[in-house]
């Protein structure tokens, strides 16, 4: 199993890579194939595959921020069980963000992900692959260490439409078990950069961000 970075929509792997993120997720999940050009290209961005022979059978996105020494998971995907994936793309994930952390003088403070909650939403079949149902992603991210944000959360459309995407919460995998917060800032500065490729915030949005304004710390959960 290979695991292999794509920086460009133009390696053919990321036609594989697109059809499989289509087949997995849903439509409002999956940025339009030529809008990942500047994505791709975007030193901060790390797109990796799993390689098996010529298949993509497997993939994870992220993204490391030296400013805040923060991560964000935007997807890992399962196209195939009985691999060994699951802990192949984590395992990878963290080495490489790891060594991106050292390169900025830091050891890694944590790293996010959204994270759909089945118990409100229950119609994200994510394409009949077994290992991607939510029930069973939401309780391998928790034993990751992800906690879940104290707050009412939505997202933007991928599709940049201006619709809030809801049944998701935001997490956070701090590197140390014990923390028990965050700085509310760090949350909105982290909101706010994340979503400013898409120019169509849906009011939800913006009235989450402000409110997140108004505290201080941002408590995490048991997830």
């Known amino acids: 199993m290979d695991y292999k970075r794509i920086t460009s929509i133009k390696d053919p792997n990321f036609k594989k890579l697109h059809q499989l993120m289509g087949e997995i997720f849903p439509q409002e999940e999956v940025l339009e ?7 791709l290209e975007d030193p901060s961005i790390r797109v990796f595959v799993a390689l098996q022979e010529d298949e993509v059978v497997g993939a994870t996105e992220y993204r490391y921020y030296p400013e805040w020494n923060i ?6 995907i399962i196209g195939k069980p009985g691999l060994g994936l699951g802990r192949f793309l984590a395992q990878n994930r963290l080495k490489d963000l790891k060594k991106l952390a050292l390169d900025n003088g830091n050891e890694l403070f944590g790293m996010f992900a959204e994270i759909y909650d089945p118990y409100r939403v229950q119609n994200h079949e ?14 391998v991210l928790s034993h990751l ?18 619709e809030a995407v809801k ?19 760090l949350v909105v500065e982290f909101l706010t950069t994340y979503y ?15 409110q997140v304004k ?5 408590s995490l959960l048991p997830l």
């Open 33 to 39: 194939y030529e809008l990942w050009r500047e994505p």
């Open 71 to 76: 991560a964000m998971t935007d997807f890992t």
């Open 126 to 139: 994510f394409g009949g692959v077994k290992v991607m149902d939510p029930y069973v992603r939401r309780e």
């Open 145 to 162: 260490g992800y906690k879940r944000l104290d707050l009412s959360y939505v997202h933007p459309s991928w599709e940049n439409n201006g």
């Open 167 to 185: 049944g998701l919460d935001l997490c956070f995998m701090p590197m140390d078990d014990e923390l028990e917060h965050l700085q509310a800032a």
């Open 196 to 210: 400013s490729i898409l120019s169509n915030k849906p009011k939800e949005w913006l009235e989450m961000i402000n």
């Open 214 to 218: 108004e505290r201080d710390i941002i």
